[in-house]
């Protein structure tokens, strides 16, 4: 769910370190924006509050080798770095003066607190000596009866992350009025506000272009891209969009692997009654980061009002799961998931609750499309074999990628991004796109 939240700013470092990333914590994290060699770096939010981001990694003491926990550094949206853990170790500093080095040299002094949550806060690190850091081998603290040594291995792309991060989180807070940003989700909080959100696109080409919805990507400053085996986003870009399809081609740079893209192959209609399966990035920062995998029937050939560019399916949709591919039993794209019924909005009309009645955009409405934008789709082979379940899984998960949108984009009411969310009420629905 999107979050309103304010910018701190340099009275409030103090409230940016009082933070928890480890079981219990009051602030909350808005999703993985990076991963690698056991660092994970993640947007931070409190409630009312934008903090920054955060780059964390596991605890590891020669002194303490039965023990574990979290610990990390905080990259405020002001530019302030702090550092915090928690842990048996953590709790036996605090209080007490500690000296913290990276490998031989002293990077600072301070006396840890220990919070009522169970974190213990290191302390504010000079901004000038993280380059320290970033090229480190060991971190180590040093306190009178305790010590505590942490390995720095792949701590300079971690830093550099979470700064990146950090500033994105503080140049949507500034392009908002009245500095308040909407970050972590993919539900409209109504009006137009800088956001960060996320979606679902699926790879269309070897050259790596990405199928996605248009309202997916409108009105993004940036967009990221990261599919399976990414360790962190690639920079995209819009090459084609039509609004009125809500489709949208973006154009990726190659991955650091250099693999090439697993291109799905497609289908040019469903079938009433076939089996489908979906792939997506819903609620991303509270299921799984790697993405999920579910099921269901193509249940009407119409959309709302009878709309013939979209079909029916009710293979659960959510926010997050908009621009990703439907598939049939044989991994081939039969349409691309756009909206889902407004439950909430028929019930107070209906008092009935409708269930798993969501809409996907028809497969020939997107061939069409990436036709005329120079994009020639794999078309299947007639005898091509049913997957199994877990294998059709795994191709989803191949060529899917999750697609973050940061900037200023005009959400349409109702909660969706959709640009004819209204042409559609108007058809007599009540449509959610889901994010």
């Known amino acids: 769910m999107r979050t309103r939240i304010r910018v701190l700013g340099a009275a409030a470092t103090g409230a940016a370190l009082s933070i928890c990333f480890a079981a219990g914590a009051t602030a909350q994290t808005n999703g993985i924006v990076w991963e690698k060699d056991g660092w ?17 990694k596991g605890f590891a003491s020669s002194h303490d080798a039965s ?18 853990m928690v842990g048996p170790a953590a709790d036996r500093m605090s209080g007490q003066q500690v000296t913290i080095t990276v490998d031989d040299q002293v990077l600072h002094v301070a006396v840890p607190r ?40 792949g701590a300079g792309a971690a830093l550099a992350a979470a700064s990146k991060c950090a500033v994105a989180v503080r140049e949507a807070a500034a392009r908002s009025p009245g500095g308040l940003p909407s970050i972590g989700g993919n539900e409209a909080s109504g009006g137009s506000s800088p956001k960060v959100s996320a979606g679902t696109g699926f790879y269309v080409s070897k050259s790596g272009e990405v ?74 920062g509270a299921l799984a980061s790697s993405g999920t995998f579910t099921r269901g029937d193509v249940t009407a050939l119409a959309g709302i009002a009878d709309n013939n560019a979209h079909f029916q399916l009710s293979a659960p949709v959510q926010p997050g799961n908009s621009g990703g591919p439907v598939v049939d039993d044989r991994g081939q794209v039969v349409g691309i998931v756009v909206a889902k019924l407004n439950a909430l909005a028929v019930a107070r009309v209906s008092r009935d609750i409708p269930q798993n009645v ?19 789709a794999s078309v299947a082979n007639a005898g091509t074999k049913p997957l199994s379940g877990p294998d059709l899984a795994e191709r989803l998960r191949d060529g899917a990628v999750l697609v973050m949108c940061s900037g200023s984009g005009t959400r349409a009411p109702g909660g969706s991004t959709t640009p004819n969310a209204k042409a559609r009420r108007a058809e007599g629905g009540k449509l959610t796109g889901p994010g």
């Open 40 to 56: 994970r770096v993640q947007m931070l939010v409190s409630t009312k509050t934008a903090l920054g981001c955060q780059a964390i």
């Open 358 to 376: 969501n809409f996907a955009i028809k497969s020939a409405e997107a061939l069409s499309f990436m036709e005329a934008n120079g994009v020639t």
């Open 67 to 84: 023990r574990s926990a979290a610990w990390g550094f905080i990259s405020t949206v002001n530019g302030n770095w702090g550092l915090a």
């Open 211 to 284: 199928l996605t919805n248009a309202h997916v990507v409108q009105g993004c400053a940036t967009i990221g891209v990261k599919g399976h085996g990414d360790t962190t986003f690639r920079s995209a870009r819009v090459k084609a969009s039509d609004a009125k399809r809500d489709l949208a081609l973006i154009s990726a740079e190659a991955s650091p692997g250099g693999g090439t893209p697993a291109v799905l192959s497609w289908r040019r209609e469903a079938r009433l009654g076939e089996q489908v399966a979906i792939f997506g990035f819903p609620y991303l």
């Open 114 to 153: 220990r919070l009522p949550n169970g974190l213990t806060i290191i302390g504010q690190l000079p901004a000038n000596r993280m380059g320290v850091v970033a090229s480190g081998r060991t971190l180590t603290f040093k306190a009178a009866a305790t010590s505590a040594e942490f390995s720095l291995a």
